[in-house]
């Protein structure tokens, strides 16, 4: 299956910094990528959608100022968790879709853990 | 948003036995994937059925889909240790890309 890279694996910062989160399509051209975050024992909740080239689509409830979403190429989506707070402790999961195409599945990529303290 | 509810919530087995757990959702679906999840980890794309399919088989598991009752089974035959994960059905709306998760099966198999 495809691979998506998704880094870093664990980030903890300090209250009030900014977090970057790198999420890479590796052999395949991404034309869509999905955000979502994970709390502890609970499902996936989606908090954007970005398409390549265009500003991303937030959930109902996510702050776009809050988690900025860049997805500058087909390969390439960032997500930066601005003035992080202890409540943005969480697991963030990104995925990626080739829609170019038939609809198939979506590849997940490894998660990232993060702890503002 | 979330759509789909999953039950169980939790399942124990022993190795060998089977492990069923069944999804339900409340709009129209274009299809209906089932994901694992490891402890701390990304998910993993287990099986995809489509609407207008009612069963598909891919080695051990099994899925079901009855778009009637809304719902879907995953059954996974002759269990073994490392199939200890959490279950995730997700379905695909009829209107866009969008993955809406269930909460989720947790098993556990017993050596």
């Known amino acids: 299956g495809a691979v998506v890279s998704q880094h870093p694996s664990w980030v903890i910062c300090k209250s009030g910094t900014s977090v970057k989160i790198e999420c890479r399509s590796l052999d395949f051209q991404a034309t869509t990528m999905f955000w979502y975050r994970q709390f502890p024992k609970q499902s996936l909740m989606l908090m954007a959608t970005?398409?390549?080239?265009?500003?991303?689509?937030?959930e109902q409830g996510v702050e776009k100022d809050k988690f900025l979403i860049n997805h500058a190429s087909l390969t390439l989506s960032t997500l930066t968790v601005t003035s992080a707070h202890p409540e943005d402790s969480s697991f963030y999961i990104c995925?990626?879709?080739?829609?170019?195409?038939?609809?198939?599945?979506?590849?997940f990529g490894q998660g990232t853990r993060l702890t503002v303290v | 948003s979330q759509q789909g509810e999953e039950d169980p919530q939790a399942l124990s087995i022993q190795e060998g036995e089977n492990a069923t757990m069944n999804c339900s959702y409340k709009t129209s679906i274009n299809n209906l994937q089932w994901y694992r999840q490891n402890s701390g980890r990304g998910l993993v794309h287990l099986i995809l059925i489509r609407s207008n399919e009612r069963e598909k088989h891919s080695g051990r598991l099994r899925v079901t889909l009855d778009t009637s009752k809304k719902s879907s089974s995953l059954l996974i035959t002759a269990s073994r240790a490392a199939d200890t994960a959490s279950y995730f059905c997700?379905?695909?709306?009829?209107?866009?890309?969008?993955?809406?998760f269930g909460a989720g099966t947790t098993v556990t198999v017993r050596a």
């Open positions: 997700a379905t695909e709306g009829s209107n866009d890309y969008k993955l809406s």
């Open positions: 970005s398409n390549e080239g265009s500003k991303a689509t937030y």
């Open positions: 995925s990626a879709r080739d829609l170019g195409g038939d609809r198939t599945e979506a590849f």
